[in-house]
């Protein structure tokens, strides 16, 4: 039971053997893979099947937003910590307390930001913008990302000591161009899903169809 990951090959049998490993640990987890990959399946597959499956799983998009904004977003605020701070509120870290909390693309956080993310896996306490009170929390950290985080670092761009804190276990997922013998699997699934969604149980591919899918190389990976 891993959701919809979708596959028979070898590739994702080292990927669903390497979740099936990880999750039952409390370490972090790096996610490495192409945009498309599935990388957030394979993060909610590790909370999944993890002692904190009954708690929350928060997705955080870590380059979507101003570092301003994003430190709200993760942190929380007290009433008047800025303009228009009309009341407190609970940031990402609060909500995920005693889950996980999943970092999408983390090599786009801004720079800003890291250090304060480190300071958090380290401590396991934060403070909210604007506020004193320290504020503990029990949260395992998974991240993903589609860049060469290590490349990042000696390019000055990534934190290396938060970089080091992030990869204590890693999942490397293939492109689909790397797995086309799943392609079939994918066609069936997409087909089952949406048919039921369109009231249209009856659908099919001809073989022709399928055979012009499996020979694309999908730059865009089973997203596209």
């Given amino acids: 039971n891993y959701g919809e990951i979708i596959g028979e090959s070898e590739q994702i ?8 490993k990880v999750a039952a640990t409390d370490s972090s987890v790096l996610v490495y893979g192409e945009s498309g990959t599935g990388k957030e399946l394979v993060a909610r597959a ?5 002692a904190r499956t009954e708690f929350p799983f928060v997705t955080v998009n870590s380059g979507n937003l101003p570092h301003d904004l994003l430190e709200s977003n993760l942190f929380g605020h007290v009433k008047g910590a800025f303009t228009g701070a009309l009341s407190a509120k609970k940031g990402l870290f609060e ?7 999943f970092f999408d693309e983390i090599g786009n956080m801004p720079f800003e930001t890291q250090a304060k993310l480190l300071g958090v896996i380290q401590e396991r306490q934060f403070m909210r913008l604007g506020g004193v009170e320290t504020i503990k929390v029990d949260v395992r950290i998974i991240a993903a990302t589609n860049v060469d985080l290590k490349r990042m ?6 934190r290396e000591d938060l970089y080091y804190r992030l990869h204590v276990i890693t999942v490397h997922l293939p492109a689909l ?14 087909l089952s899903k949406y048919g039921s969604e369109n009231d249209r149980p009856d659908l099919e591919i001809t073989p022709e169809a399928l055979d012009v899918l499996v020979a694309y190389d999908w730059p865009g990976n089973v997203r596209e």
Avoid: M, N, W, Y
Wanted: proline share 2%.
């Fill in 13 to 20: 049998h080292k990927v669903l053997l390497a979740v099936q």
């Fill in 153 to 158: 670092v000696d390019e000055g761009r990534f």
């Fill in 177 to 190: 161009r790397e797995r086309k013998e799943d392609i079939p699997l994918l066609v069936q699934h997409f």
């Fill in 46 to 50: 590790l909370h999944t099947h993890s």
């Fill in 95 to 101: 909500l995920a307390d005693t889950g996980s909390i």
